[in-house]
DNA sequence: CTTGACCTTATAGCTGGGTACAGGGTCTAT
DNA sequence: ATAGACCCTGTACCCAGCTATAAGGTCAAG
């Protein structure tokens, strides 16, 4: 049984608004309407209006995170340009987590010393993120 | 020889306009002036700079960085409370981490079903990200 | 057969994070 | 001593990503 606007946006806690708002961006196919013109949604629109806003939260924009979604290999799809594509986004994730890692080590020294009770002064955080400056996002 | 807001601007590839915002926003320090009004910045503005423009580009908003940035222990700040809010962001920057590696896992099965010519149709990155819904962000 | 909670479109407004412009002062080189 | 490249403040504007409002249609409950 097909779920209304309000009944996904409920269950994925965003607006009815946003909801829209994807639609028109493109992040969400326009669903099925009934005769009086109301949005008809499968169920797992709620999975995917998840994973936007996860996405959203790792830092990718709107734009990116359509990308994402329209990554896969169908049928006559040109397979290499989706691997080559997939790749580049698989770089671009590792980067990612590269960087979070060199601010979760800080923090963790930083935890240390707060239990060591050992004043450091002076921003640590700074250290982390060194090097790599050239080719940002 | 500190530097003036057109050279930090510049090393680290920003608009100068942004640097002075920044300053409003608290994510940077006043920094000294010259008598004539100048601003003069020590070196490490750069890395500062340099440190939030990736923080950015992790989903962080310049409120976390600024928060992020806040964090050591000084002589006389609470220790524990430190600690604590060190260990909360710890947690956070974890969660992403975990987050897009379950995206990374996914695009590499994805590129691997490419090579193999093997269609897979149904948007497959949907299943990353599922599960753990409640408390996002 | 009406009330109230839903849905529709269209358009306007808000927040975050900048960016540009106006009007003016400064500094260095020639 | 003046041109040109910088700096200053203040204000206005811009884009992304929503969010709210207006004006109206739908539908289930009583």
Redesign the pocket.
């Known amino acids: 049984m097909p779920?209304?606007?309000?009944?996904?946006?409920?269950a994925v806690d965003?607006?009815?608004?946003?909801?829209?708002?994807?639609?028109r961006?493109g992040?969400l196919a326009a669903?099925q309407?009934?005769?009086?013109?109301?949005?008809?949604y499968p169920e797992d629109t709620i999975g995917r209006l998840r994973f936007?806003?996860h996405a959203?939260g790792l830092g990718?924009?709107?734009?990116?995170?359509q990308e994402l979604l329209e990554l896969r290999v169908s049928r006559r799809t040109a397979c290499d340009a989706v691997e080559r594509k997939t790749r580049e986004k698989i770089e671009l994730v590792e980067q990612k987590i590269y960087d979070l890692r060199r601010i979760n080590r800080t923090l963790g020294h930083l935890a240390a010393a707060c239990a060591a009770r050992r004043p450091t002064d002076d921003c640590p955080i700074l250290g982390a993120l060194e090097e790599h400056d050239e080719s940002d996002n």
Do not use: C, D, H, M
């Open positions: 779920l209304t606007i309000g009944q996904v946006a409920l965003v607006n009815v608004q946003t909801v829209r708002y994807y639609e961006r992040l669903p309407r009934t005769v009086s013109g109301y949005r008809q936007i806003r959203k990718f924009a709107l734009r990116e995170i």
